[in-house]
């Protein structure tokens, strides 16, 4: 069998990949290969079965393709058997390939591969060339046959391979060596000599062969993966070379990237990439990590590498290798966001621990505001923070303590207007929104949550306390908003915390961080920095109280309080009684026991209006007297006398009548009257301070008490009290019985439980009722 010269051009390398990369579907490509790498004609590929497939390497493996003949050829008789009448060499990754075609196709072992005609095989092969020619504008690759592949195959075997012509020629099917001529070119003078170089020297250069099994190898990595793509640019960028595992990475076919800027990939503007292939032409190869856009839209962050090629003394263009690293990119982006959560998270909890730190060591009001203002800003945490306590139904006062921004300044960053008059909600959370001060401030969208620091329920407004008249969220209520301003020249932006300062139902003021930190006050710092409203709460009730019982001075207070939202001042005026706060005992932070004289009105119409008031738990009557009665109530909220008590105040004496309560009270001489005046109006507005006096305070020592208690009691109620505590009828478990002890002093069990009782009541009328006599 011989074979002519090709009338057509040869087909190079570069021009067989082109042709390779217009193979739209995987057997397009096999067809291809099998024609150009193995040397098969379409008539031995319409014959092949994975039967025909023998291993005969092991380490590393190595493949042939037994082709078996004609029918025709088996019925004449030949020498060689029926059912091997040549061997091909099969590739590895031809192999492989040729496997995954099958295993997807689910073919049989003994079934063709190729199910169809040898015609339509060449037709197949026309149609990838006519592809490939439209592509690459060039008509002379459109023309390329089944035939051309062939002689690519003997020509890259002989020349390119240097594989021994004998190989050639059994693994392709040729019977006479004198068809391999036409594959040959007439040798010239140089490659005469450079082909008996090794005879000179005693060395075969391989160097030839170590290129082709170097490019052999990175077009086996890029068909085994999907997150690489190997693009040839041409000096202006635009796309030359586009091969499968440029489209499997980037989704684009060659048909319609080819010729395209490559700037239609990547996500920076065009600009960027000119910078960098000029970077990569003036100086070295670069090396960048970028984002890029797949055909869907999708962005992905891969590594690229820019690399000029220069194939001649002008510059050949650019290979662009691009490394899909989305995985690593949204895993570190993961761990990196997580990581800057912990050292959030430890920023705040270091702040909420030198909190604690601070307000141990305060021992004024005043000192525990700074105390805490300071603590929150003396790290990366917050930025700024401030109190503003409680004035006159609830607006803030001139007075604010603040740190690391001037009071003056934090007006630029609190909202004076949260609203339009309301708070709103919207359907996830509460959201106030407003404006800042003047031109130097603006405020962005607000959101709030509730009282208890957590976002309201999805699926529903949020139940919101009514706004003041200027549309703030009251000091009870939990805020966050965004916030932007000019402060001491310096425009801020970040975000801004209230949270309420509070003891009891006593709101001593509201304290307010602003940070820049991205996704602060989530749910749990929110928590947080609801602990250390009430820590401070709490710390300054601590410091009035304990500034009370050590100062040598006190001030006598009188306050008058009309407003009806106390019930003892509401139920005087409706019934026109009169109330005498005897005493009140706290059980809870919001439940107190009052013991109160009632007089000039009955209890059973007291109870009835009580029962209307969601301020009174409970009521019932403890004792009756000529002149009135003695009533217990279960106050559940704020009054009058309790306000007073968390600011540090002690009430010595309460009357309630006519509408109107007369509070008798003292505090400590140091302490801020205006503080304690306006946390009273805070609560209740319709209140005054109407006198004050300082006057030392009175003490009573030991043996002035004991003195006057021995006056209330007699000797048989002194005597009972002596024998029953030093007889151990107090101890517990007891050391002597009630029966005991009456033996002991010749008296019966019921005279000495009378005398007890009675000596027990003097001992803590004297201890409860100072005033007494």
């Known amino acids: 069998m011989t074979l002519a010269e090709p009338d057509s051009p040869t087909l190079t390398a570069d021009r067989y990949d082109r042709l390779l990369e217009a193979a739209e579907t995987y057997r397009e490509a096999l067809v291809v290969r099998l024609c150009g790498e193995v040397g098969v004609r379409p008539a031995e590929l319409a014959r092949l079965s994975s039967d025909d497939i023998d291993r005969v390497g092991t380490d590393p493996p190595r493949y042939l393709l037994r082709i078996p003949p004609e029918e025709s050829e088996s019925n004449a008789g030949l020498e060689a058997p029926a059912e091997r009448t040549r061997t091909a060499y099969l590739p590895t990754e031809i192999r492989r390939e040729l496997e995954r075609y099958v295993r997807s196709n689910g073919i049989g072992d003994a079934d063709r591969i190729f199910s169809v005609t040898p015609r339509r095989l060449q037709m197949l092969v026309a149609d990838v060339a006519d592809r490939a020619g439209e592509r690459a504008n060039d008509e002379s690759l459109s023309s390329v046959s089944s035939s051309d592949l062939r002689r690519y195959f003997a020509r890259s075997s002989l020349v390119d391979h240097e594989i021994d012509p004998r ?4 693994a392709g099917g040729w019977q006479s060596f004198e068809a391999l001529e036409a594959y040959l070119s007439e040798p010239t003078d140089e490659a005469i000599v450079n082909a008996f170089e090794t005879v000179e020297d005693g060395t075969r250069s391989t160097e030839n062969t170590a290129v082709r099994d170097d490019d052999g190898l990175v077009k086996s990595i890029l068909a085994a993966t999907d997150r690489c793509a190997l693009v040839r640019l041409d000096a202006d960028g635009y796309v030359e070379r586009w091969n499968r595992s440029a489209a499997s990475t980037l989704g684009f076919d060659a048909g319609e990237i080819v010729g395209t800027h490559a700037s239609a990939f990547y996500a920076d503007d065009e600009s960027a990439l000119e910078s960098k292939l000029s970077e990569a032409t003036s100086e070295s190869p670069v090396e960048d990590d970028s984002w890029f856009v797949r055909r869907d839209g999708s962005r992905f962050r891969a590594t690229e590498l820019i690399v000029p090629l220069r194939e001649g003394p002008e510059d050949g263009g650019f ?12 895993r570190l982006e993961s761990e990196r966001s997580r990581n800057d959560r912990l050292e959030g998270f430890d920023a705040v909890a270091r702040r909420f621990r030198a909190v604690a730190q601070g307000l141990l060591s305060a021992s004024t009001h005043d000192e525990v505001e700074t105390e805490c203002c300071r603590a929150l800003v003396d790290g990366p945490a917050y930025r700024y923070a401030w109190i503003d306590r409680t004035g006159r139904t609830g607006k803030r006062t001139n007075w ?30 509460g959201s106030d929104t407003g404006g800042l ?51 001491d020249e310096e425009y801020v932006e970040g975000t801004l915390a209230r949270v309420c300062v509070s003891y009891g139902d006593t709101v001593y003021g509201t304290l307010s961080v602003v940070t820049d930190r991205e996704d602060a006050f989530d749910r749990n710092e929110l928590d947080w920095l ?45 019934l026109d009684c009169r109330f ?31 029962e209307s008031d969601p301020g009174i738990g409970d009521c019932r009557l403890i004792e009756t007297y000529e002149d009135g009665w003695r009533v217990e109530f279960i106050v559940e909220g704020s009054c009058p006398t309790l306000t007073l008590t968390e600011y540090g105040v002690t009430v010595l004496e309460s009357v309630v009548e006519n509408g109107e309560a007369t509070i008798a009270a003292e505090c400590a001489g140091g302490a801020d009257l205006r503080t304690i005046v306006d946390g009273l109006r805070s609560v209740f507005p319709d209140s005054e301070l109407a ?45 002597s019985t009630a029966e005991e002890v009456a033996d002991a002093m010749g008296v019966s069990s019921p005279t000495l439980h009378n005398h007890l009782r009675k000596g027990q009541h003097e001992l803590l009328r004297t201890f409860f009722d100072a005033g007494s006599e």
């Open 167 to 170: 190989v050639v020629k059994t």
């Open 319 to 330: 290979g662009l290798l691009v490394h899909d690293i989305s995985t690593y990119h949204d």
């Open 400 to 429: 604010r303590t603040s740190s690391a921004i001037s009071p003056g300044g934090a007006d630029r960053l609190r909202p004076d207007t949260w609203g339009d008059g309301a708070a709103t909600a919207d359907a996830n959370r």
């Open 437 to 487: 001060d003047g031109e130097s401030a603006s405020n962005s969208s607000g959101r709030s949550v509730r009282s208890d620091g957590r976002p309201d329920d999805a699926g529903g407004p949020s139940e919101t306390p009514p706004a003041g008249s200027d549309g703030e969220p009251p000091a009870e209520r939990t805020v966050v908003t965004d916030v932007a301003g000019r402060v």
């Open 530 to 574: 609801e602990t250390i409203g009430r820590q401070v709460g709490y710390a300054i009730a601590a410091v009035r109280r304990r500034n009370l019982l050590l100062s040598d001075t006190v001030v006598e207070l009188e306050f008058v309080c009309r407003d009806e939202q106390s019930f003892f001042v509401d139920a005087s005026a409706q």
């Open 580 to 610: 005498e706060i005897d005493s009140f005992v706290p059980v809870s932070e919001s439940t107190q026991l009052y013991y109160v004289t009632l007089q000039d009105g009955s209890p059973a119409t007291v109870f009835e209006l009580a």
């Open 691 to 735: 006198g004050k006096r300082e006057v030392e305070r009175t003490v009573q020592t030991a043996a002035e008490f004991r003195n006057g208690l021995a006056d209330r009691l007699t000797d048989r109620q002194e005597s009972a009290l002596r024998a029953a505590y030093f007889g151990g009828y107090y101890d517990w478990p007891r050391e």
